[in-house]
Structures are given as structure tokens and as C-alpha cells.
């Protein structure tokens, strides 16, 4: 099997759960010959059908922070016993429709193009693909930065996005695939009083990034002295699994 679908999970910010919906998701939207696989340090309540496997060999430099650098363990040349292609989905992640474009589309290495950070190369780690085994210098690069990796970048996928550029193969999905759930979803100031966020038809997958996470925006989130107030979602029960 060459095509895999990929996850981490480690820690407690993420329950079983949020691994089990995702599982649920991608079986529901991406019908050719595939492998789901999660990377955890915790398999229980995992779902039967979900290979698991231990967490990536990673050395965690906790002078650094932010625990997303552990993503880059994907990166090393040796990933349990996986071969081929790898697409890389969060957790948060909540899939519309057919995944299989994510494999067809033709580049080295994709990845979401960064609201944020519009005038800049950054792409949100959020969903990406990549060849398992073929670039284990993004770890070890990263490991000889030490402490010094913040002086340059924010985060992993800041790094990430710059080392794969450096390559020359720095690719985004089409904007239309993935889409953010607070710049693309949600109404505008006094709107979002009143309306329900928009279902963004054209989407195959939502990106949840920072707050609200599904599960908030599912039940109704205020936040940002109400600015970013968020009426109950329900049309999430139509792709995420509860």
C-alpha cells in the first residue's frame, strides 16, 4: 500500500475521539486502496480498522516550546513501516468531500497556503504531503538550530514551509480545498449574532486553527469580548462524526 493517510496524537489536548471522527471521515470520503494511520503514546479507545503506531523517534528540546514541533518526527527516514505517500491530516480537521484529489494533485510536497500570513511563503501544517523516508534533513536540520530555531521561526510550519522552499518544491493546495473556519466560515461583525456560520459548499476540507475548535463551534463559542461570537453549527453533523 503507497497511499496513507496519516495522524499524532500525544499528550491530552486530544481525546480517542477526535482520532476515531477523523478515521470515520476519511473512510466515508476517500474510497481507493489507502492505510489510516496513527502516531500516539495512547491507543486506547481507538477505533478497530486504525493502525497504530508509536510515535516517530523524536529528541524534544523543551527550551523551544510548543509541542507542534513534534510534528517534524514525521520527517524521519525511517516512519514505522510506512512506504509511499503520505498525507498528513490534524486532528481538528473537519472533511466535506473526496479526499483523493489531496493524492492526484501533482507536486512533491503541498500543503495549505497560510491565511495569516498572506504576504508571506508560510503554509498551515494543517493538511500536507508529503514522500515518507525522502527528506530526513527538515529533522536534522532542525535538531542543529537548537535553541536558536525561534530566532527564525515561529513555529513548525513556519520551518517547514521554508525548508521545503529552500528545496524548490513548495506547493499549495488549490484555495478552494481548504478552507478556515474563522476567515472563511463564520459571518461578519453584527452578522454572527444572528446567522448561523456559512457551509462552505465548495470545500473538501474546514481547517480549525486556534479557537473555536469544532467541538466549540459545534455547541456555540463567544470569544474576543464577543467579536467572535459563534452561533451553534449544527450542519457540522452532516461531515463530523459526534
Known sequence: MDKNVICIKWGTK???DYVNRLYQMVEKNLKIPHRFV?????????LEGIEVRDLPEYNDNTAIGDKGWRKLSLFNENLADLKGT???LDLDIVIRQDLTPFF????????VKDWDFPNDIIGNSSVFRFEVGKYPDVLTDFYE?????????KNEQAYLSYAMHKKGILKYWDSSWCVSF????LQPFPLNFFKEPKDPVDA??????????????YEGYCGKGGLRYVKPTKWLDKYWVK
Open 14 to 16: 486530544f481525546g480517542a
Open 38 to 46: 496513527c502516531f500516539t503514546d495512547n491507543s486506547e479507545g481507538l
Open 86 to 88: 503520505a498525507l498528513f
Open 104 to 111: 492526484e494533485a501533482e507536486g512533491d510536497f503541498l500543503i
Open 145 to 153: 538550530l537548537g535553541n536558536n530555531i525561534r530566532e527564525q521561526y
Open 182 to 185: 474563522k476567515r472563511n466560515c
Open 204 to 217: 473538501k476540507i474546514i481547517v480549525f486553527h486556534g479557537r473555536p475548535t469544532p467541538t466549540q463551534a
